[in-house]
């Protein structure tokens, strides 16, 4: 099956930091998710982008759908504790409006 | 409470052995998925259904099979033609075409 391709792999930062990761795909996508996931646990939906280049903020997170429908990123501002955990994005095709295809995570660490 | 239920958290089997991973959701919500994940990967699609008593296969299909004879339940069997079954599954809703929004998630280990 298809993976989307996420980058980086992980990140360890300092608290306070600034965070960014992206997605790239050679498929056209409709929507664009990012999930937060903690250990364990199931993911939980942080960002929904629906129209190429826009640009939502939900708190310290910023994620935007590429213009090309081909990527997206995701972004975290002043970095704290609670931040640590794996995120995930996800793209819903075009044409196949229910199956998603997600990336294979950012594992990102956060030190005091 | 709404919600996705995955019951159970932890669950254990022995080789040659069939087991059934339950997803329950009290949203309202047409369609209900099976993901696998396993470490340092993605969420990898297993079964789908967007109405009931009607189910799509996914990606990774082989060894699995669901039912889906209410809108609240999507349980999911793993069969012992499963070559590599230790996972932790995921199942999630959502309205048709709409966001899927995932449950606590069920570790299958296999001795």
């Known amino acids: 099956g298809q993976q989307l391709n996420q980058s980086p792999q992980s990140m360890f930062i300092q608290e306070g930091e600034d965070v960014s990761m992206n997605c790239t795909s050679s498929?056209?996508?409709?929507?664009w998710l990012w999930y937060k996931q903690d250990p364990g646990e199931g993911p939980v939906l942080l960002i929904a982008?629906?129209?190429?280049?826009e640009l939502t903020s939900n708190g310290r997170l910023t994620a935007q759908f590429g213009i090309t429908r081909k990527d997206s990123f995701l972004n975290i501002s002043a970095s704290i504790p609670s931040d640590v955990g794996i995120y995930f994005c996800?793209?819903?095709?075009?044409?196949?409006?229910?199956?998603?295809?997600f990336g294979t995570g950012t594992r990102l660490q956060v030190f005091p | 409470d709404g919600g996705i239920t995955q019951s159970p958290k932890y669950l254990f089997r022995k080789e040659g052995q069939n087991v059934t991973l339950s997803c329950e959701q009290n949203?309202?919500?047409?369609?209900m998925y099976w993901y696998r994940q396993d470490p340092g990967q993605g969420l990898r699609l297993i079964y789908y259904?967007?109405?009931?008593?009607?189910?799509q296969k996914g990606d990774i299909a082989e060894g699995y099979s669901v039912s889906r004879e209410k809108k609240e339940s999507f349980p999911l069997t793993v069969t012992s033609a499963q070559k590599n079954p230790t996972a932790f599954y995921l199942c999630?809703?959502?309205?048709?075409?709409?966001?899927?929004?995932f449950g606590p998630g069920t570790r299958l280990t296999v001795l």
């Open positions: 999630a809703s959502s309205i048709q075409g709409g966001t899927q929004y």
């Open positions: 498929s056209i996508f409709n929507t």
């Open positions: 982008l629906y129209k190429a280049g």
């Open positions: 996800a793209g819903q095709l075009r044409g196949d409006t229910d199956k998603l295809i």
């Open positions: 949203l309202n919500h047409d369609a």
């Open positions: 259904s967007q109405i009931v008593n009607d189910f």
